[in-house]
Nanobody, 116 residues
Framework: QVQLVESGGGLVQPGGSLRLSCAVSGFTLRSTAMRWYRQAPGKERELVAGISSADGSTGYADSVKGRFTISRDNAKNTVYLQMNSLKPEDTAVYSC?????????WGQGTQVTVSS
């Protein structure tokens, strides 16, 4: 059974940092790319970052480039999103995603709120 479980969200002041985790079960990270998305109230879901399965290459939305870092720990089968220099506009529900064997899998999401 495939499961993606996010954790690490919370309330943080502008300029602060958070690290999100996405623990994966049911397949290994070596078998597919992983992505982080976010959705703010009243807005469309936005692709934030992705990491490939083959060589670990990464890509980022322009809005987070230079502030966010996606990484993976194959031994723990977990993907991370390190978020630094957070801004109020980063407030959203963050979800990890995998497209594996033609099926899209999503975690339940974790709320990130950036506010003073």
């Amino acid at each position: 059974q495939v499961q993606l479980v996010e954790s690490g969200g919370g309330l943080v002041q502008p300029g602060g940092s958070l690290r999100l985790s996405c623990a994966v079960s049911g397949f290994t990270l070596r078998s597919t790319a992983m992505r982080w998305y976010r959705q703010a109230p009243g807005k469309e879901r936005e692709l934030v970052a992705g990491i490939s399965s083959a060589d670990g290459s990464t890509g980022y939305a322009d809005s987070v480039k230079g502030r966010f870092t996606i990484s993976r720990d194959n031994a723990k089968n977990t993907v991370y999103l390190q978020m630094n220099s957070l801004k109020p506009e980063d407030t959203a529900v963050y979800s990890c995603n995998a497209h594996w064997r033609s099926i899209d899998y999503w975690g339940q999401g974790t709320q990130v709120t950036v506010s003073s």
